[in-house]
C-alpha cells in the first residue's frame, strides 16, 4: 500500500485473545500484530521478511496474524481467509497460511483445494465449510477490530499495541522490534 | 487556498445539493434525510490500489450500515471516470461527480484544495443533516475509518441521551 500514515488512532484497540493466531514464543517481549489481505502483494513481500525476521529473533517477537481482506478489490482474499481459517480449527493454520502465500497467484477454489490436499488436509471437507461460510464470522470479526483501530490498507502493523508506520523491509523491521525490546 | 480550518465544522448545517453520479443518475442530499450520512470528499479516482480509500470503504461497508448510515464519496472527477473506477475497485456505493460547477460543492463545505482537487475530508452528518464531527487529512494520507465510526457512535449515544 502507498499510503501507510494514518491519523486519528494510533493504538491496536482489539487486545490478544485465546482466538488470534500466534506465532512464537507467548513470552517473548515483543508483540507485532499483522493486519493483512491473504491477496495482497504487498503482503505476499511482507510475509517472506517476516518469516526471516522470526528466524532472526526467536526468543524477542511473536507474530500475530489478522484478517483484512479487501475483497471488492481482491476476489480470492475472503475465501483465502476462510480457507485458512479451516484449517486452522485442524492446527494448521500456519501452514496454509504460509502455503497460500508461496502460492499467491493460485488462489481460486481448486488451487487452494490442492493446496489442503498437500497438506494432508480433509480437502472436501474445507470446501464444504468454506461454501456455508462457516469462518466468516471470524474473519470479519478481524476486519471490523483493524477498521477500529485505524487500519486503512494492507500490511498494517502494530508493535506491542503502538501503531507501526515504518518501512516493512527487514532491517527496519528487526530495528523496531529490536528497539521495542529494549524500551 | 482553502484554509485547513475552513472544513464546516460541528453544528453546522450541511449545505443541500444534486450531483450526478452516473451518466443518467443524480443523488440529492436531501435523499438522506432522516439518517446518518457519511460524506467522503477525495482528490481523485485511481489512486493506487490497496491503500485505497474508497475501496476500504466499499469493504467496511457492513460496518456503516449497522448505523443506517448512507455513504457517499465526492470528487472533482466526471461520471466516466466515476463509472471506470468503481468497476475496476468493486465500488458499489454512489460515487458523486462535482465536475460542473467544478468543485461547487467542495466549495461549499470549504474543502476545495488550491490545485483544483477536493481535499481529503470526511464529514459525518446527523439525520437532520448538520454536521456533526468533520475531518481534514492530509491530502496523501488515507484516514481509513475509525473516525467515521467513532462519529457515528457519539451520534447514536448523542440521540439515545435526546
Known amino acids: 500500500m502507498t499510503t501507510p500514515m494514518q491519523v486519528t488512532s494510533s493504538k491496536l484497540r482489539v487486545p490478544l485473545t485465546d482466538d488470534d493466531h500466534v506465532r512464537g514464543p507467548a513470552e517473548a517481549p515483543v508483540t507485532l500484530v499483522e493486519y493483512a489481505d491473504l491477496q495482497c502483494p504487498y503482503c505476499g513481500q511482507a510475509y517472506h521478511r517476516l518469516h526471516e525476521l522470526l528466524r532472526q529473533r526467536p526468543e524477542t517477537v511473536r507474530l500475530v496474524f489478522r484478517h483484512f481482506p479487501l475483497s471488492n478489490v481482491h476476489p480470492y482474499a475472503e475465501l483465502a481467509a476462510e480457507t485458512v481459517e479451516a484449517a486452522g480449527v485442524r492446527d494448521q493454520f500456519w501452514a496454509m497460511h504460509d502455503w497460500i502465500f508461496e502460492h499467491q497467484d493460485q488462489l481460486d477454489p481448486v488451487h487452494l483445494s490442492m493446496g489442503c490436499q498437500q497438506l494432508g488436509l480433509p480437502e472436501d471437507e474445507v470446501a464444504d465449510e468454506v461454501a456455508r461460510h462457516v469462518h466468516l464470522d471470524r474473519v470479519r470479526r478481524d476486519f471490523v477490530g483493524g477498521i477500529r483501530s485505524g487500519v486503512n490498507g494492507t500490511p498494517t502493523f502494530f508493535v506491542n499495541g503502538v501503531r507501526y508506520d515504518g518501512s516493512y523491509e527487514l532491517p527496519e523491521l528487526i530495528a523496531a522490534v529490536d528497539q521495542a525490546a529494549s524500551s | ?162
Open chain 2, 1 to 162: 487556498m482553502t484554509d485547513p480550518s475552513g472544513a464546516l465544522q460541528p453544528g453546522q448545517p450541511a449545505p443541500e445539493f444534486t450531483l450526478p453520479t452516473g451518466p443518467d443518475r443524480q443523488v440529492s442530499l436531501a435523499e438522506s434525510r432522516g439518517r446518518p450520512t457519511v460524506l467522503a470528499f477525495y482528490p481523485a479516482d485511481w489512486s493506487p490500489v490497496c491503500g485505497d480509500q474508497m475501496a476500504l470503504y466499499q469493504a467496511a461497508r457492513p460496518a456503516f450500515d449497522q448505523y443506517g448510515a448512507s455513504l457517499l464519496g465526492i470528487s472533482v472527477d466526471s461520471v466516466w471516470c466515476h463509472d471506470a473506477f468503481a468497476a475496476s475497485a468493486g465500488i458499489e456505493f454512489p460515487l458523486l461527480s462535482d465536475f460542473e460547477p467544478k468543485g461547487a460543492v467542495a466549495r461549499q463545505y470549504g474543502v476545495y484544495g488550491p490545485d483544483g482537487y477536493a481535499e481529503r475530508a470526511l464529514f459525518v452528518l446527523d439525520p437532520q443533516a448538520r454536521v456533526s464531527w468533520s475531518y481534514v487529512s492530509p491530502i496523501d494520507v488515507n484516514p481509513g475509518a475509525d473516525g467515521i465510526l467513532d462519529a457515528l457512535d457519539a451520534l447514536t449515544s448523542h440521540q439515545a441521551r435526546a
